[in-house]
């Protein structure tokens, strides 16, 4: 007899439904939200096992892994689309969560999410943690120059070091607002300290992957943005094919179409929205200060004089997607060209 087995997953216990091939309810419980009891539940009470359905979360990622360790065959939906499902439910528990989750897994109506190597996940977390230092600080920054311009005193603009003597400056005439200055730009002085280490991390981690060597090959592609995609994409296989890691990462047109309607959108922006990002920084660096020409800038730059710099920056960002993908299938470096292979525009 065929068992199908949904989890509704919460950080202390989890719910478990087992279903036949039918659709009926076998055998219900909670356990501990723990791989060792959720699998000996599932091994005592669904022996014949076919799939295992767990929604996306916060944990789902260690649950995954440990599962598939122990030879079960777990799958990890989308959670948006387990919810579409289960919305038609009259009465929403935990209970009957899981026993929406087994029918989906016993119907085979469903999307499964590629569960990302561990290592990717530290590697993106690293990523993560300096991304979030950068932004507090300039948040503490645009604090800083609020303070100031009240008083009508204007830091303008400051690069390296020159920020933080620049304020002071402006503030030790002043003993009030100094010493509501002063810790914040002691703050960011701690702040920035620990980003260089973490810089120094990511430059570590970069010099020793060969696939992320070559990665930054490619223009406007450095260390950040080369870990960003590998942590990201984790496995390029999972594609079949090149162009839709643009797709994966947000970069295509929305479509309507439905009768006589059909229009196109903006950028979907689904997926990850720090690749989304470092991407976009990434054309608009090639676009703008790279002076080594290729056959990708004569494009985006013909697309800029035809549809206006902003969108040119967005198709550049999905073409470089879709091209450090094939790069990575195919093992290859970025390939340059001349003004004259390329195409320069007039």
């Known amino acids: ?138 948040d503490i920054e645009n604090q800083i120059r609020g303070l100031l311009k009240n008083l009508g005193l204007v830091i ?35 702040i920035e300290q620990q980003i260089v280490d973490l810089d120094r991390k990511v430059l570590r981690l970069a010099r020793n992957n060969a696939q992320v060597r070559r990665f930054m090959t490619a223009p406007g592609i450095g260390p950040v943005t080369a870990l960003c995609f590998l942590a990201t994409i984790d496995d390029p296989a999972r594609f079949k094919r090149s162009r839709s890691v643009g797709a994966y990462a947000g970069l295509t047109t929305r479509r309507y179409a439905s009768g006589e309607i059909d229009w196109t959108g903006r950028i979907s922006k689904c997926g990850d929205k720090m690749l989304r990002g470092y991407l976009y920084e990434a054309a608009n ?12 800038k004569a494009w985006g730059i013909r697309l800029a004089k035809r549809s206006g710099l902003r969108k040119a920056k967005v198709a550049v960002a999905r073409k470089l997607a879709v091209i450090l993908h094939r790069m990575w299938i195919d093992g290859t470096e970025f390939k340059w060209s001349s003004k004259d292979a390329a195409g320069q525009p007039a």
């Not at 068992?3 to 950080?11: A, E, F, T």
């Not at 003597?165 to 200055?181: G, K, N």
């Not at 660096?285 to 990708?296: E, I, N, Y």
């Open 1 to 138: 007899m065929e068992h199908y087995v949904g989890l509704d997953v919460s950080l202390k216990l989890t719910s478990i439904c087992v279903v036949d091939r039918a659709g009926k309810v076998e055998r219900e419980g909670v356990v501990a939200s723990a791989p060792e009891a959720i699998a000996t539940f599932i091994k005592l009470h669904a022996p014949h096992v076919v799939r295992i359905g767990l929604e996306t979360g916060a944990t789902s990622t260690w649950l995954w892994t440990e599962l598939d360790k122990m030879g079960l065959p777990i799958v990890c939906i989308d959670a948006r689309h387990a919810k579409a499902v289960l919305k038609m439910q009259i009465n929403k528990s935990d209970r009957n969560d899981a026993a929406g989750i087994a029918r989906i897994m016993q119907c085979g109506w469903y999307k499964e999410v590629c569960v990302k190597d561990l290592d990717s996940h530290a590697t993106k977390a690293l990523l993560v943690s300096r991304a979030l230092l950068v932004k507090v600080k300039r």
């Open 285 to 296: 660096v090639l676009l703008t200060r790279v002076a080594k020409w290729s056959a990708l």
């Open 156 to 190: 303008g603009r400051a690069k390296m070091n020159m920020f933080a003597v620049r304020a002071a400056q402006l503030a030790e005439d002043r003993s009030e607002l100094f010493a509501a200055v002063d810790p914040l730009l002691k703050a960011r002085e701690a």
